[in-house]
């Protein structure tokens, strides 16, 4: 039967109870079994993360500039922070968001602008975007009517850069590189990408969603970490999710512009109805306010020493993980994890019903169609689980091994 609305209330007690019951077959993530969905750093982060967010729950960051000036500044100062990171030259801005999709969103959107404003509103647009990028492309050339068209990899899973430009015709208004791509975890190479955008005069987007609040900190670390961000000529926008890799409460994204005036070609602005001139930067209205306090807590707790600390640590726990399961005869990586997205394939054994048996032992595998992989996106609650982890995957080679049945009948799912 279905839910209705029940006829009277409930104390916090009992719908706490209620609560914990109802996800108490969840994937246990906070013990390291979700490779995806979640990100954790140290129990501070997390703690102040959720009382900044809480101390402004009910505030709303679209009253940004009329009444709330103190959580405005709050976000100035998150977007600051943002430009420096990402060595954004003199004129850049940028906008908080909700997420890497409206960020994304936002950034095609200023786009199509800059381009019909160029080239008039007649033809037909297109984004050419490695297959590696991420699907709010697809979305956001859904909402608006642009063709997204998708083109293979290099033999190292990095954006091929000769087939992007080989796919660029008239209606091209933007390409796409990430730093990292989600399946493989491998930073496209931007330099390259940008000096085809300039040559070609097309908008190079760089999706950092998932590696922008952790790769400068990594290169800090004194690994390699290649250029990515608004310091690349050609690169005319980047997304980077605070939720993601800054470790900050959901929902809190950043999308920056090189230039302000594009910046301004993301917004909104309409002035027909009864209340007067409505404008905003964001695809969304009423936004959470706890979203910006949260990441301004959380930026200001870590600090880029805070920030390297946790990098440090996430780069021996990745350096761990690759060698244990390369350790384990019948697996192999893919490719080197460069940051913190891990995929790994097996000879003589399906990888996929490997997935199956280990799905059957509490640990939700990601996987990957193409290579067929097992794919992992990995945070500090990976960390003290590793040997578990590692014991069962070898555990569950040696079982499928044995069993040698038809493959499995698993897709790659996100
Ligand atoms: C997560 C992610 C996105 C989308 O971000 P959401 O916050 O889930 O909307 C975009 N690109 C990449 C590479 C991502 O990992």
Redesign the pocket.
Known sequence: MATTLPERGTDWAALDTAMSAMTAGDIDWRRGRAPLYTFYATESVETIGRQAYMKYMSENALGGRRAFFGLRRMEEEVLSIGLDLFNAPDGADGTMT???????LLAVKGCRDWWRARHGTRRPLNIVAPVS??P?FEKAGDLMDIAVRRVPLAADFRADVAAVGGAIDDGTMMIVG?A???PHGVIDPIDALGALALEREVWLHV?????GYVAPFVRMLGRDVPAFDLGVPGVRSL?A?L??FGFCP??A?TVFYRDRADAERQAFDSDVWPNGRFTTRTLVGTRPAGGVSAAWAVLHHLGREGYVEIARRLMAMMDAYADGIEAIDGLHLWVRPQLTIINYGAREVDIFAVAERMRERGWLAGLTRDPRGMHA?MSLQHEPVRDEFLADLAACVGLVRKAAGPASALDATY
């Open positions: 909700t997420g890497g999709t409206e960020s994304i990028a991420h709010a990430s990292p791509c989600f999706d950092a969603c998932v590696g997304s999710d939720h993601k959901k929902p994204s996106m």
